[in-house]
């Protein structure tokens, strides 16, 4: 598997919410080695881009990507 920037992990997890969830525990876990390897603390994903996007919708994200390793803030 080759090393993915954050950015690329964040566009797969964008095509996992879109397509059902369909493999966002790989996506996420992807995502947590990406931000591990470029020192950054959080993911920052645009609510725009989201399936769910209302607070509820974007509370559920946080809360699941936390119980996997992942700090989760939204652009305005």
Not at 1 to 16: D, P, Q
Not at 31 to 44: D, M, P, S, W
């Amino acid at each position: 598997m080759s090393e993915l920037t954050v950015a690329e992990a964040t566009e797969s997890i964008y095509a996992s919410l879109r397509a059902d969830n369909a493999d966002i525990d790989a996506h996420i876990a992807a995502l947590k080695v990406a931000l591990a390897r470029e020192g950054k603390k959080q993911a920052v994903f645009d609510p725009a881009r989201l399936v769910q996007n209302n607070r509820a919708g974007r509370k559920l994200m946080q809360a699941y990507f936390r119980q996997r390793g992942v700090s989760v803030s939204f652009s305005e």
